[in-house]
């Protein structure tokens, strides 16, 4: 009679601090994987106090109520199959990040992670201590699993020193962050563990949104070869039950569902979608403000948020100035209209006079400049932040990457507010995203169907509609210079003489670098959003606010 083994893969959404939920997830998934006949049930990293916790982490009570829920999740699981699950522990007044095994009301085993990733979002040197490579630890039908977690399996060292050791399945608990094409690079190396050892791994990682970080799940399956045995979804909450059966060659995956991956564009408009959506739920708001200016990059994030809440819990709010014309009027109106959310209409006019007979007295004989055009976009941010505290609603904030790059943008005007859904995407791609929602609907969006982006507002010239005749090109490049230029300096860390080379002009160049650096100080006070690059604004980019250093290449 083969021998078999079946483990139960939670892909699960945890909510850091919420130590008492994320608990509960882990007994509905105990639960779960008992009802199905497993032997084995595995959680992602760090899943008991969710992830990141950055700070949070260091404060000792805080480990302390882990390691408190942790025991009674080892008790209230007693009764069934081997539970694995992340969480923080002390040893020896250190910390690490450790992965547990639960079986029969006890802690069976622990690993405590080796390699601390110290790049990009992540600060693991900062909080945890380096741990020595566990050994594999046996479930009760004999079957040894070593828990590389989620860095230790990117490098040949501790895949190899667990198999050395009697490992016969890696097992990798993983929170690992989105970003475009980042798969390929997770799947190529995890297929690299496997065929330098010649076992089976299974990796389970993390779903849903922290702050910036969209955790994209993905979770998959790989035999002996690097041959794909099972395949989950991204960005699905769900479990896979996966069974392996003992060969004369050890043990093998037998095969299960292989879930499709979405093309890169419908990845990144999901992630945005999600992560307002956890957002939303994690911080405890129910509803979410606009302004609507009938612009490409407003008429996008109400889109997303329409996807994300539901038309019923968006509202949109056009405020406008003598300058803002009917085409922009009636785009606004459509895109609401298309959406089915409530829309009001504000005008500026009246603050904007109040304002500037306020100011003449200091003002008198200095010719309109900037200024002017900002007193209107402050103005619109104090009217949508009134609302937002008078009625409770998330003021969302609708600044492409292109802007923020640059500071096109209103610090405590149009930048106010809570939450950026398009913070870390190109307004070349914001284009491509809207083309893409008009001509597709999936059942994760809770708007409609159909074209929700007017054409006119994807063809027409952008504009701030700050002065006559405005348009965003009076003040910055073509946006696929720009975006190309920005693409260069700010996710490649390329140089001036490396963009001179592939084509731009020296002088704009210059010009670009020049606003990305003096524009440090407004991003430092921006509004969050989800992390679409391996270079978004905030913990991947860290730059000085002052900072002299020009690149003279």
Not at 63 to 88: F, K, N, R, Y
Not at 314 to 321: A, I, N, T, Y
Not at 408 to 434: C, L, Q, S
Not at 443 to 449: E, S, Y
Request: hydrophobic letters at 40%.
């Amino acid at each position: 009679m083969t021998k078999i083994l079946r483990l139960t893969m939670a892909q699960l959404n945890p909510t850091v601090g919420d130590i008492p939920g994320n608990a509960d997830q882990a007994r509905a998934a105990w639960a779960e994987g008992k009802a199905a006949g497993a032997d084995l049930v595995v959680l992602p990293e760090m899943f008991l106090t969710g992830y990141q916790t950055q700070d949070l982490v260091a404060k000792p009570a805080f480990v302390a109520d882990a390691m408190v829920h942790l025991l009674a999740l080892a008790q209230d699981c007693a009764d069934g199959p081997s539970l694995s699950i992340g969480a923080p522990v002390v040893e020896d007044e250190r910390l690490y990040n450790a992965y547990f095994t639960l079986r029969g009301g006890e802690i069976v085993s622990r690993a405590r992670k080796h390699f601390l990733p110290n790049f990009n979002v992540f600060d693991e040197v900062r909080l945890f201590k380096s741990a020595d490579i566990a050994g594999p630890h046996a479930l009760n039908n004999g079957a040894r699993i070593g828990n590389p977690i989620c860095e230790d399996a990117w490098y040949p060292d501790v895949c190899e020193a667990m198999v050395e050791s009697g490992a016969e399945i890696l097992v990798v608990p993983n929170g690992s962050p989105y970003f475009r094409g980042k798969f390929p690079i997770r799947m190529h190396n995890m297929v690299s563990r496997v065929i330098e050892n010649d076992v089976p791994l299974v990796y389970v990682n993390m779903v849903g949104a922290q702050d910036d970080q969209m955790f994209d799940g993905g979770s998959f399956v790989l035999n002996r070869g690097g041959k794909l045995a099972v395949q989950m979804p991204i960005m699905d909450e769900g479990f896979a039950h996966v069974d392996f059966a003992l060969t004369d060659d050890g043990w093998v995956a037998l095969d299960g569902d292989k879930a499709t991956l979405p093309d890169m564009l419908e990845q990144d408009y999901r992630v945005m979608v999600e992560a307002l959506r956890n957002y939303m739920r994690k911080t405890g708001f129910q509803k979410v403000l606009l302004g609507l200016s009938g612009g490409i990059d407003s008429a996008i994030v109400a889109a997303i948020a329409t996807d994300a809440l539901g038309a019923e819990n968006v509202r949109c709010v056009m405020l406008p100035s003598e300058y803002t014309s009917q085409g922009s009027l009636d785009d606004a109106a459509a895109v609401a209209n298309a959406l089915g959310c409530k829309y009001d209409t504000i005008s500026i006019a009246g603050p904007r006079a109040a304002v500037t007979e306020a100011l003449a007295p200091l003002f008198e004989g200095l010719a309109a400049d900037l200024t002017e055009e900002n007193i209107q976009s402050r103005l619109r941010g104090l009217l949508l932040m009134a609302q937002s505290n008078k009625f409770g609603e998330m003021l969302l904030t609708t600044g492409n990457k292109s802007e923020v790059a640059v500071g096109y943008a209103t610090i405590y005007g149009d930048m106010a507010g809570g939450y950026n859904p398009i913070k870390d995407m190109y307004k070349t791609r914001v284009f491509e995203a809207a083309r893409w929602r008009n001509a597709n609907h999936r059942n994760w969006m809770k708007g409609p169907a159909g074209e929700v982006i007017p054409v006119a507002i994807i063809d027409k010239p952008p504009s701030a509609e700050l002065r006559p005749d405005q348009k965003d090109e009076d003040s910055l490049p073509p946006y696929d210079v720009l975006d190309g230029i920005l693409y260069m300096l700010v996710d490649l860390d390329r140089s001036v003489a490396d963009c001179v080379a592939a084509g731009y002009d020296r002088d704009t160049v210059k010009r670009v670098e020049h606003l990305i650096y003096i524009s440090e100080y407004k991003r430092f006070q921006s509004a969050p959003g989800p992390r679409l690059s391996d270079r978004a604004f905030w913990l991947d980019r860290r730059y000085p606010i002052v900072n002299r250093w020009r690149d003279s290449s």
